[in-house]
Every structure is written in C-alpha cells, then in structure tokens.
C-alpha cells in the first residue's frame, strides 16, 4: 500500500490509500498550531464531528444535489500509530504556507470516501492509459438580485471577480484571475470554454488535474505559465491526439489543451435524467444574472447568446442550491440577529432549532419549506440562516470530473453516449466538498463582504483603465483557438 497527498485546504487533510483491491480516499481533520487547545478534546467528539459531516451530506446535500453526483462517506476508527505515520510522511511534503494547521493524530478518527480521482473498475477499458480527472471549484453562480442590497455594483460584478482584486491586494495571490463563475454557469459553450481556459491559465486554488490518482497541474504562484501549460499539455497528448500526428509541438499543446476543454464543457453539460432521445429540459436564466461586467467576453456575446443550463445537469444542480441565498447576506442580517437574541435569551433552543444539527429530515424540512415571505417569526428568521448555510456549501463545493479513453472494441451503453465522433471516453462527474458552514461563520461572511466589496469600488471607480488592460491581455490567448467543427469527443458516463 501507498500513500500520498492528494489535496488539502484549511479544515482537512485529504489521503490517498491506494492498494491492488480498491482506492480510497481518508480525509482527516486539521488544526491551527495556534489554536491547539480548541482541537476536539476526544475521540467521541471528533468522531461526532466527522459523523455530522457525513449525515449533512448523506441528509441534506444529497437530496438537493442528486444522488448520482453525492458521496458521503463513512466516519471510521483509525489506529493512532498509523495516523502518527501518515501525519509524519504527509507533513515532509506539505507546501509551506499549508504547514500553520497540523494533522488531529490523537482521536483516530477520519472520514473515508471513494477516490473520486478514479473511475470504477465497471468502467475499466482496454486502452490502459491511467483515467484523468479534472477538480473544478466553481464558485457562486449567480448575481444576487435582492432588494435588501445597498451597493448597487453587487448587482452588476460577480462577487468572486471582487473578491480577486481583495484577495491580490492582501497578498494571497499574484495574479488576478480571470475566471468568472458566471461564465461557466451560462450554459453556453463558447463562455464554458473561455471560463475553463481562465482557470487552466490561472487555477489558484480553483482547478486541479490528476492523472492516475496523482496531481499533474495544480496552482503554482511563481511558475512560467507558457512553460507550466506545454507541460501539461505533453501528459494529455495520448488522450487526444493519434499517436502519428504531424503537428509540432506548440500546435499540439494548442489542439490537446482545446480538446480537454471541449471534454469538460460536455460533461458539465450532460444531463443524466434525461432519455437520449427525449427533449432536454433547461432552466433557462435571467440575463441580468448571468453577465457579470468583469467578465473579458465580448458584450454582445453576452447580451445575444444561449444561457440556459440542461435541467439536472451538475451545474443546474449546484446553480439552484447556491440560489437557497435569496436574500443576500445583507438581507439575511437581521434575521440572523433575531436569532442570535433569542438564543443569548433561551440558550437550550440552539439544540431543537438544529443550530449545530443533527442534520437529518428535519433539518432539510426546515430548508426546503421556509416560507417565501417574512412574518416576523423566528421559524422563518432560522430557516433563512440555514438556507444561507446550504448556499454556502454549494458556493464553496468542487466537481470532480473522472475521465478514462475507450477503444474501439469496448462494449458501452449506448444509451449513455453523448456523441458519436472519436475519440471515445467513459466518464463520471461528482460533487465533492460538502461540509455544514458553522452558524457563528455567518457574521464573519458579513463583515468580509462589506470589506470586499468596498475594496472594489476604492479600485475601481476612478476609472476602468484595469478592466481595460485585462481586457487586452485576454485577447492574446495562451491556448484556446476556434472550434473545429466536426472534431467533437464521445462521452459515456457512469456512476462511480
């Protein structure tokens, strides 16, 4: 057996087990090194903790994201001299800036899930190349359009496309990103493929390519981008280009990098409830929340193009559940201090309103059936925070995205088919990422929106130079050329 990290981010540890017998992916739980007295004082509390992780996803995400896309997992019991092992071998590897949280090595406990970076062995073809995988984190969707909003340019840019500048100007990252959510979400394919090129060209902590299990491209602040791509593009080669072609090596990044894109976008897109030859149902979407004016595209692509999502698709999935935020967090304040006044006045009701779960039938009951309106109770005020608490880990979620060629000879569903053109692949997409947003997050997701958006303005409003200059170096594509028409792939997809 093997080990080796797989990803990390500030509330856990994700592990690669690998053996001959099956993958499996142990996601252990972190810890500030300043804040160690705060770690779970036991066993049972951090097996408690894991447990509602796993029953928030199985109970809550599972019903509103599909079936098909959720994994929840199942707590487990580890010996505390295999985690010390895997908490000394990870922590050598880890990057720097990741080394302030430490491995939980006293309570055992983890959270063990498929390795989504896999296919099932169902889905095993004769190619034997190893399967890639594609992690894309999303993000909102979605413009808020709710009256409670002060700042009008919420209305108009996206809230990641303000949260780039905060994050460049405190030092986080770089480079800004030109990524846009509201891209990718449209439903047309044109602003999917220049969303996923942003990504692939700027992936910080948003996108992450594995192969055989193993990281191939993930963020890399101080890299040469141009060096990092042609690199990447030599890993996939095999997967989209003839063993015998012609093209030299800067055309074939080109045309590998186009494919991969293409892949993804049609796999992002497909709809797995709806018969082949049925009509596809789309959730069509409101113009004034789909274009964001960060966005690098073309405006009268924007204005004249499709944007409707396949109805049950994995975005149209993740869209409707981030849109359980309907009030925006300057709409849901007042709620949230109606509920805060009530529990410092009755401090036994945190329990029956399910403010820390347990997150069953009753929690989702509570989500679902808010009422529209506002009459003044709290039933309503607490189903809106756990409404927001539900968008919230929709926002923050990651799709992964499994891919494996097929040969000629390998026997698939037809059914399942997409498209009839070569070349071939079998494919499953999943929803990962799940976790229940602590309820005393919401005040902090207060404060940092204001100071995100005040930031922006600051940056912004003097004039547009900085939009304009990013707008020029959006026209110098690294990669992504026209479509070509007839050169489309074959999808099969099959759960995991």
Known sequence: MSLMPWKSNELVLYLTLLSYQHARVLRLLKYSTEDAENSPKTTDQAFRHIQNIVDYSQNVMKPLLGEKFVHNGEAVKLPLDFVRQLSLK?????????????????????????????????????????????????????????????KDIKRKVCRFCMHQHFKLANGKWKRLSRYCPLDLFSGNKQRMSLAIKNLIEEPQNNFNIFKGGECIYSCNDDADVLQDLDELAQHLRPYFLPSGSLLNRQQSSKVVLHELIQVIVSALLSSWDCPRSGQLRKTHLSEGRVTCEASLLHRDLLRNGNHCLPKDCVLDKILGTQMLDNLDIEGLSPLLKRVEQHLQMFPKERCRLQMDGPYNASFLEKVQNCPAEDDGSLEYAVGKVHQYRVAMTAKDCSIMVAIATCGEDDGLDQSLEIQTTKPRFTCSVSILDLDPKPYESISHQSRLDSKIVNHYLRRTQPNNQELDNLEELANQSLFLGRDRDGEDCTLVFHPV
Request: charged share 25%.
């Open 90 to 150: 990870v922590q050598q590897e880890r990057p720097e800036s990741r080394c302030d949280k430490v491995m939980d090595t006293l309570s055992g406990c983890a959270l063990c899930l498929p390795n989504l970076t896999q296919l099932s062995s169902c889905c095993c073809c004769r190619e034997h190349r190893p399967p890639l995988c594609i992690e894309i984190k999303p993000k909102c969707g979605f413009l808020p359009a709710s009256r409670h909003i002060t």
